[in-house]
């Protein structure tokens, strides 16, 4: 069934607005309707606790919401994307700093109020006599150092390898956190007299939601990131087949299975691989599909520019491979008119490469600008043109940034340069993929040129 | 001059509602406070009389009882000095007969405390915007409700309650009375376990 994006991602915000409206919604009723009286009216005590209580269920819950974006959760990614979800779980992770520290300083000083105790005392009660509290101290310094971390890898002072390592730790935290809510959440307690004034069991019905709320979150986590590419694996016995050289530091990995006629991608997807050799195993890596799929076997086009990337001409043939995917939206099946645009800088164009033959073989009228540094950098250079002459609907340029022996255009993709290349720009979507500043120079170029932000699709590398 | 006096009648007739509110708290203050006083005499007193009879159980849950009362005294004399009301520190002298009988007096004082007096009190005190008299109004209303809860069971088994078995806990920072074995924190305020009072 077809469901238009803007359709998936209006249920999707819903979803997660009214989830989150839910917690709220808890957490208000059980305050206002306190054994004590409203406490989101009462002295600087209730004020403490009260809001202290809400920034841990919102901690908790943006914890939940960071799995989910980086669950590889299909119904949320066939939205978004997993890049566009990638970035938001770096925006959020940041956001989330607020409420976990919030949260500890909050209901420590409310209680540290009450008790008629200093902050500190306060804190070394909580630690001595509240279970899970130690627990959830843990959980806090975990979540803290993930974050720092993610800052460190971001800045490139921390290996991206030890980085994932250290941010598999979250689910420990998340796991000792969800200990601390069960066993001293007030919101969650169950331990509350009877009140007829109170109308139903909010307290009871919020523990049930909230056991809820992890089921689900952890059984989408399970199925999509575990469960489902190893029964990908278990029905297709995905193996590399064959490496190819390709210009530059590029290789074209060809993988075969069984029944791959079955393993359905569209042009411009990207797959998640895991490799099964040694120095591998323990990575899984996203790669864009160089060719659509023809039911026999799947290209990818790798090229090396890390530690990782560097080993991939060591592959053997006959290696196995965990596939997860196909993900993300930046596919051929995007592009609604009868003209397009494609844009591809360096190794980006990968997506580009497949889908120009998903959209040449459907008589879409093609443009290919394609930026390399030289000419020994063109990746596909010979393939490109077997393909425009075999469809006849697609017109590649190639545009060299510094190689003085090339005949043709030499520069950047620039604004002078789209003008003239592709006078009709406006007439055409455009999709866009590359290095980041060449994404950020070129959109803004065309958007220069009047080309409406909605006709531009883009797709940025790294996850 | 008839005019003027009609006037002045007519706002006194006006201050008269929001005087009587603001007093109304303070003396529904007055009145808890010296109910509490006299509750916690008359449990001290219970308790003793049920050590003497043998029902030692049912003399730590009047113990626990009196503790409890003792807390709200304390609250209210606080709301009290604040409100610049100076509360009466003098006990009513308790009336008791065996510990059957005056479990049945601490049911029926339980039972009009928490359906009769305290929530007329509440109301009175948030029209009066009172937020801490609410709140201890509040507090007294959920531990007379378990209080009265043990009370029943305790008139319900007497003879049961004649062995020292069992425990009663008193949160000393909001007065909430638990039988034990109780939650690691307490289930209306969440002040942590170390702040409960042991009675057995």
């Known amino acids: 069934m077809f469901v238009p994006l803007y359709a998936m991602r209006l249920l999707w915000l819903g979803v997660l607005a009214s989830q989150l409206a839910a917690v709220v919604g808890f957490w208000a009723w059980n305050h206002v309707h306190h054994p004590l009286g409203n406490q989101l009216t009462g002295d600087s005590t209730a004020q403490f606790l009260a809001w202290g209580r809400l920034a841990g269920l919102l901690a908790a819950f943006g914890c939940l919401l960071q799995i989910v974006l980086v669950g590889r959760t299909r119904w949320v990614e066939r939205a978004f994307g997993l890049d566009r979800l990638s970035r938001l779980h770096h925006v959020v992770g940041f956001g989330l700093v607020l409420a976990i520290v919030a949260h500890p300083v909050l209901v420590t000083a409310g209680h540290a109020l009450q008790e008629e105790n200093s902050f500190g005392g306060q804190f070394a009660a909580f630690l001595k006599n509240w279970e899970d509290v ?97 029964a990908g694996y278990w029905r297709h016995r995905f193996r590399v087949a064959r490496l190819v050289p390709e210009a530059g530091a590029v290789t074209s990995v060809h993988i075969e299975g069984r029944r791959m006629e079955r393993f359905l991608a569209r042009g411009g997807q990207f797959v998640i691989v895991r490799f099964l050799a040694r120095g591998f195993r323990w990575e899984a890596h996203p790669f864009s599909l160089s060719a659509p799929p023809d039911g026999r076997r799947l290209r990818l086009t790798i090229k090396a520019l890390g530690d990782y990337t560097r080993k991939i001409p060591e592959l053997a043939p006959g290696t196995g491979v965990i596939i997860d995917g196909p993900h993300g939206i930046f596919t051929a099946g995007r592009c609604k008119g009868a003209k397009a645009l494609l844009v591809a800088g360096g190794i980006g164009i990968t997506p580009i490469r497949s889908m120009a033959e998903d959209l040449a073989r459907r008589g879409t009228d093609l443009v290919l600008l394609y930026a390399n540094r030289d000419r020994k950098s063109i990746v596909f250079e010979t393939e490109l043109a077997e393909l425009a002459a075999a469809t006849g609907r697609l017109k590649v340029i190639h545009v060299l940034s510094a190689d003085p022996d090339w005949a043709g255009e030499r520069g950047q993709i620039d604004r002078e340069r789209l003008a003239r290349l592709v006078p009709d720009v406006r007439e055409r979507e455009v999709f866009l993929c590359g290095p980041p500043p060449m994404m950020k120079a070129v959109r803004a170029a065309l958007r220069n040129l009047g080309v409406p932000r909605g006709r531009i699709y883009y797709e940025r590398f790294a996850l | 001059m008839k005019r003027l006096m009609l006037s002045l009648s007519a706002i006194g007739l006006l201050l008269v509602p929001a005087l009587a509110a603001e007093t109304s708290t303070a003396d529904n203050l007055k009145a808890a406070h010296q109910a509490s006083l006299d509750a916690k005499a008359r449990y001290e007193a219970f308790a003793a009389k049920a050590g003497e009879e043998g029902y030692k159980s049912a003399a730590a849950l009047f113990r626990a009882a009196a503790k409890s009362e003792d807390i709200h005294i304390a609250k209210y004399a606080s709301v009290l000095k604040e409100l610049g009301v100076e509360a009466k520190a003098e006990a009513a002298k308790p009336e008791v007969k065996t510990t059957r009988e005056n479990a049945e007096a601490a049911i029926k004082d339980k039972t009009a405390n928490r359906e009769t007096l305290l929530p007329g009190h509440v109301k009175a005190a948030e029209a009066d915007k009172q937020k801490k008299a609410v709140m201890f109004f509040k507090g007294a209303i959920a531990a007379d409700g378990e209080c009265l809860k043990l009370f029943e069971q305790a008139k319900g088994n007497l003879d049961g309650w004649k062995a020292g078995d069992k425990e009663f806990l008193v949160c000393t920072v909001c007065s909430y009375v638990m039988a034990a074995p109780a939650p690691g924190k307490c289930p209306i305020c969440s002040a942590s376990n170390e702040k409960y009072e042991s009675f057995k």
């Open chain 1, 134 to 230: 130690a627990g959830a101290t843990v959980a806090v310094g975990i979540m803290l150092a993930a974050l720092v971390f993610s800052v460190l890898v971001l800045r490139r002072k921390m290996r991206y390898e030890w980085w994932h390592a250290t941010h598999l730790t979250f689910y420990i935290a998340i796991a000792l956190a969800f200990g601390h809510q069960l066993a001293v959440g007030w919101d969650f307690d169950t331990n509350l007299p009877p009140d007829p004034d109170r109308g139903f069991d909010a307290h009871r019905w919020f523990r049930y939601y909230w056991l809820g709320l992890y089921v689900f979150v952890f059984a989408n986590l399970l199925w999509y990131r575990v469960a489902r590419p190893l």
